[in-house]
């Protein structure tokens, strides 16, 4: 299966930083997703990403699926980013696209 | 923009009793899924469903699991006879393809 990996696995940064998380991946596969756990444990959908770059406010993602790797920028960081940052991508089975989730990055951004 | 809804958000239960977990999918999705994240710990796959049965499954998913799309709106994960180690955040995704959408997640605490 897919491999997924994340790093840092933990990150503290002050408010108002900025911060890059990576996600490398062992398959050259093109439907990666960032996900953000709240602290109340809701997955809160980031971006669908499989190549290239997109940005949403103070967040944004690129993909190079050609070197197996993602990188998700936040900018300006607010104590509300808290939380763990995932990847996870897609193996296409027999019917089926299930994901393959990274460990996570734990961010906490302290005032 | 619309949503996968779960029922309950949470639920208490006694060691061997059995539970119900309930999805609503988004309506115009294909493949309904089911995963578990237990405290700490990455999201895990359990199941896949797809044109009226299961299409992926993981070795977590065992017969003390099973799943049901009683109509045309529901799917449900059945957990028979729980033990404490089911205790978990279970996320009821549905996609068109690759891409999903996760619902807000059910804690199950087996007591």
Not at chain 2, 21 to 38: A, E, G, K
Request: charged share 15%; proline share 4%; aromatic share 12%.
């Amino acid at each position: 299966g897919i491999q997924v990996e994340q790093s840092p696995p933990d990150l503290i940064l002050q408010e108002g930083a900025n911060s890059t998380l990576r996600c490398n991946f062992s398959d050259s596969v093109n439907n990666l997703q960032w996900f953000h756990q709240n602290p109340w444990g809701q997955l809160i959908n980031l971006f669908y990403i499989p190549s290239g770059t997109k940005q949403n406010g103070r967040l944004s993602a690129t993909t190079v699926a050609t070197e197996r790797y993602s990188l998700l920028y936040i900018s300006s960081s607010q104590t509300t980013d808290s939380g763990v940052y995932f990847c996870a991508l897609a193996y296409s089975g027999a019917g089926s696209y299930q994901l393959t989730f990274g460990k996570g990055t734990k961010l906490s951004v302290i005032p | 923009e619309p949503e996968v809804t779960q029922t309950p958000s949470h639920q208490v239960t006694q060691m061997g009793q059995e539970v119900i977990l309930r999805c609503v999918p988004i309506s115009n999705h294909l493949y309904f899924y089911w995963y578990r994240q237990i405290l700490g710990q990455k999201v895990e796959f359990l199941v896949s469903f797809y044109n009226n049965e299961i299409s992926e499954k993981s070795e977590i998913f065992d017969d003390q699991f099973s799943v049901e799309r009683p109509d045309g709106s529901n799917f449900t994960l059945k957990i028979r006879s729980t033990k404490l180690e089911d205790s978990a955040m279970y996320f009821c995704a549905s996609s068109e393809y690759e891409r999903h959408s996760f619902g807000e997640g059910s804690r199950l605490t087996v007591l």
